[in-house]
Structures are given as structure tokens and as C-alpha cells.
């Protein structure tokens, strides 16, 4: 399976999502001027990923911005991963990093966490 490597832009973030090691990556800023548009290749990978996933999956998600549009595309992500988990192939964990001083990515965090069914661990890192 083909790995995602998109680099960040001012808009969009940095993705790297690979197969063979269970890695899933998205850090940066998200206001794409089409967040369904910039998703979905994520999405369709999460399907072909969800059918033969490793027995570790690890998901680091480190998001400074976000708007409305990619609140929704992100929640589409963690459903997709939520039902890779649900049907017990794969350990999961979602990291959640947060600015210590950002109390709305902090919140984001929690909203997702009581939306899906995946363990999530919050971590605060320093700015820097």
C-alpha cells in the first residue's frame, strides 16, 4: 500500500500516513480552500487500510488551526479510524497535542475524545 506524504503549506498540513508501520500523521495548520477535497485521499486510504491494518496503529494528530470545514473532514478521520478499531484487528491510539496555553485545541481534543470510541491521550507540549 502506497504511503501519503504531504508536506505543509500555510493552509493545508503536513499528512504522512504509513501502511507498514501503522503510522498515521497530521500536524500543522488545516483552512484548505476545500477541506473535502483535501480529506478525502485520507479517507479512501483509512478504507484500503482498515481491511489489513497492523497490529499497532498509532495516530498523532498535532493541529495549531483548524477551521469549521476541517473540523468536520477531521471527524470523518477519526470515524474511519474508530471503525478499523472497532472490529479488533489493531491496537489504537489517538495523541492529541495541544499548545499548553491553548485552551479551543485543548477542547477540540476532548469533543473528539467523547465522539469516539478510540483511547485518546491528551499531551500538552511547550510552545516553542
Known sequence: MEEIKIEATPKTPKVFFNA????????????PENSVEFYKPLLDWLERYGQGPQPKTNVEIQLEYFNTSSSK????????????????????QINW???????????????????VNIPFNKISI???
Not at 473532514?73 to 489504537?92: A, P, R, S, W, Y
Not at 485545541?105 to 475524545?113: K, Q, R, S, T, W
Open 97 to 115: 497535542y495541544y499548545e499548553e496555553d491553548d485552551e479551543d485545541m485543548l477542547e477540540a481534543g476532548e469533543d473528539y475524545e467523547t465522539i
Open 20 to 31: 507498514e508501520k501503522g503510522h498515521v500523521e497530521i500536524r500543522g495548520r488545516s483552512i
Open 126 to 128: 511547550q510552545e516553542a
Open 73 to 92: 473532514c477531521i471527524l470523518d478521520v477519526f470515524k474511519k479510524l474508530e471503525e478499523i478499531f472497532k472490529k479488533g484487528n489493531t491496537q489504537m
